[in-house]
């Protein structure tokens, strides 16, 4: 016939100073191992996990809802009990067919109750890991949105470099046919277009410059000739539609970075592998 083992539960010394006025009182503990399987997340996860309620007395149900021990450590199990302490006196089922009925009943309320939860991205089919945060993992969800959308950033940049190099080369066709053409109107193009460039670039550096690299271009001379008006305003459109463009993908990117859902994988009875089970003594007032 089994004999259930029995360990007690030393007293926290912080928790209860008088140990006089305590009492040992009976419960069941289970140590089981439980694995997460899914296979859409791709997951096969197991943990070690502690169960404790307090034995029933009579012909009284187990209440696993209730735990004897809020937070189990097992560091303070001991193979004997402190001799300072009492039990409390009571009728205590401690037969192995009661426990049996004990464990099974810890079994269907893990597998009707119990689940991982993880994050889960639907565009990308990313999952987080288990226990990790939403701000670890949301992240990982970025780094996968941009990849989506750097294609496109790299698409749109050739474009719009492309673009600005044939208001140049316009430019540069109508200085040689002007009879105006100076030192003075090369240096003053040449500025205009590297002005042009650099906020471009500052537009495609990264993907947040898709909003805050599209300002209005302000024109700071108000006395310049008629013709430089005319490049400025070309240019003005070209950075403008560029900003437009890349708006349009960063709302892409935001609407794929910032999605999640909570995905939750259960437990079924063969998940759950009972490692042991006892009866634990444990103090208190």
Request: with cysteine; charged share 30%; glycine share 4%.
């Amino acid at each position: 016939m089994e004999v259930i083992p029995e360990a007690w539960y030393r007293a926290d010394a912080d928790d209860n100073p008088a140990s006089a006025s305590l009492r040992y009182r009976p419960a069941i503990l289970v140590e089981c191992s439980v694995n997460f399987r899914s296979l859409r997340a791709g997951l096969n996860h197991s943990e070690e996990r502690n169960y404790t309620a307090w034995l029933p007395q009579g012909d009284l149900a187990v209440d696993w809802d209730c735990p004897a021990v809020e937070k189990f450590d097992p560091g303070r199990l001991a193979s004997s009990p402190d001799p300072s302490i009492t039990f409390v006196e009571g009728s205590f089922h401690k037969v192995p067919q009661d426990f049996d009925q004990y464990e099974s009943e810890l079994v269907d309320k893990l597998v009707r109750n119990k689940r991982l939860k993880l994050f889960f991205n639907p565009v990308f089919g990313i999952f987080s890991s288990p226990g990790e945060a939403l701000e670890d993992f949301m992240p990982h969800v970025g780094e996968a949105a941009l990849a989506r959308v750097e294609p496109e950033l790299m698409r749109l940049r050739t474009r719009f470099e492309l673009q600005l190099e044939q208001v140049r080369e316009a430019q540069i066709s109508r200085g040689s046919s002007s009879e105006d053409l100076n030192t003075e109107w090369f240096i003053s193009r040449k500025l205009h277009f590297f002005a042009s460039e650099n906020r471009l670039a500052d537009m495609f550096s990264n993907l947040a410059g898709s909003v805050f690299g599209s300002k209005e271009v302000r024109v700071e001379n108000e006395s310049c000739k008629a013709d430089e008006w005319e490049l400025r305003e070309d240019l003005e459109r070209l950075e403008q539609e560029a900003g437009k463009a890349l708006r349009t993908v960063y709302d892409e990117y935001l609407a794929s970075a910032s999605e999640y859902d909570v995905f939750e994988i259960g437990l079924q009875p063969d998940n759950i592998q009972v490692v042991r089970r006892m009866l634990l003594w444990v103090p208190g007032c």
